[in-house]
């Protein structure tokens, strides 16, 4: 009686964190370079226990789902997206903190730096991009090989790495990673969409379906619980008569 209660407050449990995760690919569904996030079910420590029922720890584990987006074409000559394997590199000036990323929607700042919409700098492969004063109002372009030029001279290179293990880079924010125990390699020929943007992979469709799902699990395991609790108590009042 008392496993099917733990059973049942286990699912509950899982179905909540299933909800969340949903819900938070559901908020990034118009967020460029988005991936979405999935959980992987884990089983430990198969055992039975006093009554010889089958008994195991369940874990979820999270990770990222890499598939390609939609390419969209934007027209800026800033923005820019990865075919393919590769992120981009950013950081943040204030902490010096690198982050990656498929998001390439680019800007330039007053000061001539290459910056992300939420203000990180764009890496290149000689750290930062910064365009000199007389190369800001020249016209910009990107190519497919990462090259970034002003009019016909080229200024910089973007630095695109990957991972052995991508899907194992730690969410950070959006579409924004860390990689806390992996070093970044070299992507030799890139191969990018200059004026595209890559949406995200979430299929929201797909996914209220699955969160529909993961609610009907949850009523039906609060409703285990709620029998069972009437159960034990009607057991408990039968037991005070005797």
Same mark, same amino acid.
Not at 7 to 34: D, F, H, K
Not at 46 to 52: H, K, T
């Given at each position: 009686m008392l496993l099917r209660l733990q059973?049942?407050?286990? +699912?509950?449990? =899982?179905? #909540?964190? $299933? $909800? !969340?995760?949903?819900?938070?690919?559901?908020?990034?569904?118009?967020?460029?370079?988005?991936? $979405?996030?999935?959980?992987f079910v884990e089983a430990l420590n !198969?055992?039975?226990?006093? =009554?010889?029922s089958p008994r195991s720890d369940r874990r979820l584990t999270q990770w990222n789902d890499l598939t390609?987006?939609?390419? =969209?074409?934007?027209?800026?000559?800033?923005? %820019?997206? #990865?075919?393919?394997?590769?992120?981009f590199v950013v950081t943040d000036a204030t902490t010096g903190a690198t982050f990656y990323t498929r998001a390439g929607q680019f800007r330039l700042d007053g000061e001539g730096y290459l910056r992300t919409i939420d203000g990180l700098l764009v890496e290149g492969e000689d750290g930062p991009i910064q365009l000199l004063p007389h190369e800001r109002n020249r016209t910009l372009s990107i190519s497919q090989d990462g090259v970034l030029h002003a009019d016909e001279r080229e200024v910089a290179r973007l630095r695109i790495v990957r991972f052995a293990r991508p899907e194992a880079l730690q969410r950070v924010e959006g579409a924004r990673f860390a990689a806390t125990d992996q070093e970044p390699l070299? %992507?030799?020929?890139?191969?990018?969409?200059?004026?595209?943007? !890559? +949406? +995200?992979? %979430?299929?929201? %469709?797909?996914?209220m379906t699955e969160m529909i799902e993961h609610f009907h699990r949850f009523e039906t395991q609060q409703k285990i619980i709620q029998t069972t609790d009437q159960l034990l108590g009607q057991i408990t009042r039968d037991l005070g008569k005797f």
């Open positions: 059973n049942a407050a286990a +699912s509950m449990t =899982e179905a #909540i964190r $299933q $909800q !969340e995760r949903l819900a938070n690919n559901l908020a990034n569904v118009n967020t460029a370079g988005y991936k $979405q996030e999935r959980f !198969e055992r039975l226990d006093a =009554e010889r390609q987006g939609a390419l =969209e074409h934007t027209g800026n000559p800033l923005d %820019v997206a #990865i075919e393919g394997d590769g992120f070299p %992507v030799e020929t890139p191969h990018l969409r200059p004026g595209f943007l !890559e +949406s +995200s992979n %979430v299929n929201p %469709v797909l996914a």
